[in-house]
T-cell receptor
Framework: SQQGEEDPQALSIQEGENATMNCSYKTSINNLQWYRQNSGRGLVHLILIRSNEREKHSGRLRVTLDTSKKSSSLLITASRAADTASYFCATDAGNNNDMRFGAGTRLTVKP | DAMVIQNPRYQVTQFGKPVTLSCSQTLNHNVMYWYQQKSSQAPKLLFHYYDKDFNNEADTPDNFQSRRPNTSFCFLDIRSPGLGDAAMYLC??????????FGSGTRLTVV
């Protein structure tokens, strides 16, 4: 019942570097969302991009959406050790359908 | 602050002994979800409520049931927990802007 796939599965970078995570999905969507999860905790909403949008920014986050390729990317600029977490993309088909998550990318930012 | 609250944070139950996980929300959202998340995996949707309309995922085991007595509360009942049901259980609500708000989760251990 999972919708998306993310790559890489794990990413390790140095503080200050940029981190890029990719998400691909299979069906038509109303919107795509990115969530962050610290170990053993719930998910925190980061950013939502609708199907008619191509790019969105929020602070150090930049999300792109290519509906023709059914893919999205999340860029975190100037990463910090506190950005260490798992990042999930989730697709929402709309019409009160449920949201499906990708497998996630485990990001480690080394100080 | 308006939020989604899950109790307890940690639950230990015996193999085969019924257990109930609870979720409450102060957001007055119509839609509530239960997800199961096993270690290093994506959250997997079990079921959701749109108001009192219950929607079960096709691959959710019969062992899992849910109740929503009112807008604020939703319960996950596991009738006969097996070792394979050990996981983090996440409750979420969906707002008018399609953003999901998650609780902190309940980590279930089956002994």
């Amino acid at each position: 019942s999972q919708q998306g796939e993310e790559d890489p599965q794990a990413l390790s970078i140095q503080e200050g570097e940029n981190a890029t995570m990719n998400c691909s999905y299979k069906t038509s969507i109303n919107n795509l969302q990115w969530y962050r999860q610290n170990s053993g905790r719930g998910l925190v909403h980061l950013i939502l991009i609708r199907s008619n949008e191509r790019e969105k920014h929020s602070g150090r986050l930049r999300v792109t959406l290519d509906t023709s390729k059914k893919s999205s990317s999340l860029l975190i600029t100037a990463s910090r050790a506190a950005d260490t977490a798992s990042y999930f993309c989730a697709t929402d088909a709309g019409n009160n359908n449920d949201m499906r998550f990708g497998a996630g990318t485990r990001l480690t930012v080394k100080p | 602050d308006a939020m989604v609250i899950q109790n307890p944070r940690y639950q230990v139950t015996q193999f085969g002994k019924p257990v109930t996980l609870s979720c409450s929300q102060t957001l007055n959202h119509n839609v509530m979800y239960w997800y199961q998340q096993k270690s290093s995996q994506a959250p997997k949707l079990l079921f959701h409520y749109y108001d009192k309309d219950f929607n079960n995922e096709a691959d959710t085991p019969d062992n899992f049931q849910s109740r929503r007595p009112n807008t604020s509360f939703c319960f996950l009942d596991i009738r006969s927990p097996g070792l394979g049901d050990a996981a983090m259980y996440l409750c979420a609500t969906r707002g008018t802007l399609d953003v999901y708000t998650f609780g902190s989760g309940t980590r279930l251990t089956v002994v």
